[in-house]
């Protein structure tokens, strides 16, 4: 379980799955500031809560919610006005910009959440306000400092080139990056085949995921493509933690 910048679901997500026979692995999504594009990054957790961590998020709450007052602001000054209650209204955890492009579409200034992001939100649009959140490999070495295994999400968005793709996960690789997203249902066969490698020749353990967050998106509950993520592939993530992959220096 994977949520954006909160562990706030874990406590609740183990005691379901220990009362259900279900295996549940603690983690996070942490949004990673980076110049262009969207660096995301997941950390696949030993517990619900580990230090240092929960007191880092702690500290980026307190970004994230100016940034979100900012947001608002312009959308103000566009002729779009919502408030912070209204973009409450589409979360019980951390506010994000999807939950700002539902309170647009429900104040009728946009016909879909596609179209709020393509006017307002996007890192292009007039609305966007960028994220003041940790360093990529301030990320990395954060969750490893946690115990926790880090993996390079859907590494599509970070909008490079193979070859320069290839140069910034063998930097985070040398920060203490464990894996990288392969499987994931957006994918083509030829983007699983160019990550798959990436995997391979740095020795990255690669992962994939539905990218599920709420009911309603564009991804299906546990739907990580063809051909599917292998099941053992989180216990594959611990033994290369187990194993001393490159950890902070």
Do not use: K, N, W
């Amino acid at each position: 379980m994977t949520d954006h910048d909160t562990l706030a679901g874990l406590d609740e997500a183990l005691a379901a799955g220990a009362a259900t026979g279900v295996r549940v692995i603690p983690g996070i999504e942490i949004s990673v500031a980076v110049e262009r594009g969207m660096f995301h990054l997941l950390g696949y957790l030993p517990g619900p809560a580990p230090e240092p961590l929960a007191g880092r998020l702690q500290e980026l709450r307190g970004h994230r919610a100016r940034r979100m007052e900012r947001i608002l602001a312009r959308l103000a000054e566009l002729g779009a006005p919502v408030t912070m209650a209204d973009v409450a209204r589409h979360t019980d955890g951390t506010v994000g910009r999807p939950h700002v492009a539902a309170a647009l579409v429900d104040a009728g200034h946009a016909a879909s959440r596609a179209d709020a992001f393509a006017r307002f939100l996007a890192d292009d649009a007039p609305a966007y306000v960028p994220h003041r959140g940790v360093g990529p490999h301030e990320a990395v070495r954060l969750v490893r400092a946690s115990g926790g295994a880090p993996v390079l999400a859907h590494p599509a968005t970070l909008r490079l080139g193979t070859r320069h793709l290839h140069g910034t996960v063998q930097s985070l690789r040398d920060a203490g990056l464990v894996g990288i997203e392969v499987h994931r249902p957006e994918h083509t066969p030829e983007q699983r085949d160019a990550y798959a490698l990436i995997a391979r020749r740095l020795r990255l353990v690669p992962c994939g995921g539905s990218d599920f967050h709420a009911p309603g998106q564009r991804f299906e509950l546990g739907d990580t493509g063809v051909p599917p993520l292998p099941p053992d592939t989180p216990d594959g993530l611990f033994r290369a933690l187990d194993q001393g992959v490159p950890s902070p220096g």
